[in-house]
């Protein structure tokens, strides 16, 4: 997974003893590029982020809640409020809860899916720049976007439109005969390199290509359960927040039940409190996930975008404004990192930034 600024910020404030922990599990990738064919790549200036793998992260967290006495169990199969004896319930289970399908009524959950197709991969080439990489098929165009998730290792999620999906067969085809597809197309992108299937997945069995799912609920509360995360809401991987915006409704929900001391210490302060929780985090995440949508929107006309000859620094700038929020001294500078001593001018005073912002949160030590 990929995360900014913003994710190290709210551990650092949350919980400053065992956010060094995470940040020292996470790699910095600066640089974003864009890559259409054997065309020359487009460089997407001012850009960096980090990343990690899925499991990494679960470790760094699962024992920082060990440290603080968190009794944690696993291995269970949670389907109804009434198995869990508790106070309050968080419904973290994902974009298919059990806990929200079992009231899904109440909850007034509406799941649209996206239109794309998509599959989320490992390969053995270990990329130091978060790459968009495109490619022309007879039956259409197919992308990945791929970043470094660990030692000798990038994540690689593949996208493409329907009828490319099953144009080329990768709908039917045995997962190792996906695989080596999808290796054939994206050659020179992976440098020759492998992708690998998920644990277990590239063997007889078909991929595991997804339909992105944009979950949204009326109410996040159900008495004393609240959902959160995917299950609350969902956020297309193209801006990469799911797990952040997860991570940051547990820092709302814990303000506010800890805003006051009857919060906590009354049923009916833990409802005012549950309830506060729904109504502030439900508001933010409304136009977030409105500008997700015009993200995945953005993706599911790419094609035609690319069908049309579009110029790279011109199709890539429209990558880079997917949302729309950007101006034209943005679009200046886009064309400017086209150069390279710009490009370097720009890297250096990224970093400048990057330092700054790590020393205000606190952050000692870690510059790479
Ligand atoms: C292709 C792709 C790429 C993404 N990339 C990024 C990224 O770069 N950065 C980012 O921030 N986000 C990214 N996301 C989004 C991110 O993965 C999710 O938003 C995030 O995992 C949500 O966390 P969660 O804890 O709410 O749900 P999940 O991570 O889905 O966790 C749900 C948990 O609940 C458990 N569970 C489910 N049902 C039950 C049950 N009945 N009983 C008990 N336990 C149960 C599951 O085992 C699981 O452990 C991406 C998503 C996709 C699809």
């Given at each position: 997974?990929?995360?900014?600024?913003?994710?190290?910020?709210?551990?650092?404030?949350?919980?400053?003893?065992?956010?060094?922990?995470?940040?020292?599990?996470?790699?910095?990738?600066?640089?974003?590029?864009?890559?259409?064919?054997?065309?020359?790549?487009?460089?997407?200036?001012?850009?960096?982020?980090?990343?990690?793998?899925?499991?990494?992260?679960?470790?760094?967290?699962?024992?920082?809640?060990?440290?603080?006495?968190?009794?944690?169990?696993?291995?269970?199969?949670?389907?109804?409020?009434?198995?869990?004896?508790?106070?309050?319930?968080?419904?973290?289970?994902?974009?298919?809860?059990?806990?929200?399908?079992?009231?899904?009524?109440?909850?007034?959950?509406?799941?649209?899916?996206?239109?794309?197709?998509?599959?989320?991969?490992?390969?053995?080439?270990?990329?130091?720049?978060?790459?968009?990489?495109?490619?022309?098929?007879?039956?259409?165009?197919?992308?990945?976007?791929?970043?470094?998730?660990?030692?000798?290792?990038?994540?690689?999620?593949?996208?493409?439109?329907?009828?490319?999906?099953?144009?080329?067969?990768?709908?039917?085809?045995?997962?190792?005969?996906?695989?080596?597809?999808?290796?054939?197309?994206?050659?020179?992108?992976l440098g020759g390199h492998r992708l690998l299937a998920p644990a277990g997945?590239?063997?007889?069995?078909?991929?595991?290509?997804?339909?992105?799912?944009?979950?949204?609920?009326?109410?996040?509360?159900?008495?004393?359960?609240?959902?959160?995360?995917?299950?609350?809401?969902?956020?297309?991987?193209?801006?990469?927040?799911?797990?952040?915006?997860?991570?940051?409704?547990?820092?709302?929900?814990?303000?506010?039940?800890?805003?006051?001391?009857?919060?906590?210490?009354?049923?009916?302060?833990?409802?005012?409190?549950?309830?506060?929780?729904?109504?502030?985090?439900?508001?933010?995440?409304?136009?977030?996930?409105?500008?997700?949508?015009?993200?995945?929107?953005?993706?599911?006309?790419?094609?035609?975008?690319?069908?049309?000859?579009?110029?790279?620094?011109?199709?890539?700038?429209?990558?880079?404004?997917?949302?729309?929020?950007?101006?034209?001294?943005?679009?200046?500078?886009?064309?400017?990192?086209?150069?390279?001593?710009?490009?370097?001018?720009?890297?250096?005073?990224?970093?400048?930034?990057?330092?700054?912002?790590?020393?205000?949160?606190?952050?000692?030590?870690?510059?790479?």
């Amino acid at each position: 997974m990929t995360f900014g600024e913003d994710l190290l910020d709210d551990f650092f404030r949350t919980d400053p003893a065992g956010a060094p922990a995470l940040r020292r599990a996470s790699r910095l990738w600066s640089d974003q590029m864009v890559r259409i064919g054997d065309l020359k790549p487009v460089h997407l200036g001012g850009k960096y982020g980090y990343s990690m793998a899925r499991v990494t992260m679960l470790q760094v967290l699962t024992e920082r809640a060990e440290q603080l006495g968190v009794d944690l169990r696993f291995g269970s199969n949670v389907t109804g409020r009434d198995e869990i004896d508790a106070d309050v319930v968080v419904a973290t289970d994902g974009v298919g809860s059990r806990l929200r399908t079992a009231r899904a009524g109440h909850f007034g959950t509406t799941v649209e899916p996206g239109e794309n197709r998509y599959v989320w991969l490992g390969t053995d080439r270990c990329v130091d720049v978060f790459t968009f990489a495109f490619e022309r098929t007879d039956a259409g165009w197919i992308w990945f976007y791929a970043y470094p998730s660990a030692d000798g290792a990038s994540t690689c999620i593949v996208e493409c439109a329907p009828e490319t999906w099953t144009g080329l067969g990768l709908d039917s085809v045995p997962a190792a005969d996906g695989l080596r597809m999808l290796e054939s197309i994206f050659a020179d992108a992976l440098g020759g390199h492998r992708l690998l299937a998920p644990a277990g997945g590239d063997g007889a069995g078909e991929l595991p290509w997804l339909r992105f799912r944009e979950v949204r609920n009326r109410t996040w509360r159900d008495d004393d359960l609240v959902l959160a995360g995917d299950a609350a809401h969902t956020t297309h991987f193209g801006i990469g927040s799911g797990t952040v915006l997860a991570v940051q409704d547990g820092v709302a929900l814990a303000d506010a039940l800890y805003a006051t001391h009857d919060g906590r210490a009354t049923a009916q302060g833990r409802i005012a409190a549950l309830s506060a929780y729904d109504a502030r985090r439900r508001a933010r995440l409304g136009p977030i996930q409105d500008m997700a949508r015009r993200n995945m929107r953005w993706f599911e006309r790419a094609g035609e975008r690319l069908e049309r000859g579009e110029d790279p620094v011109e199709f890539s700038w429209a990558l880079l404004d997917r949302r729309g929020d950007m101006g034209r001294l943005h679009y200046r500078l886009h064309r400017a990192t086209q150069i390279g001593p710009v490009r370097q001018v720009r890297r250096t005073l990224t970093s400048a930034r990057r330092v700054r912002r790590a020393a205000q949160r606190g952050e000692r030590g870690a510059i790479g």
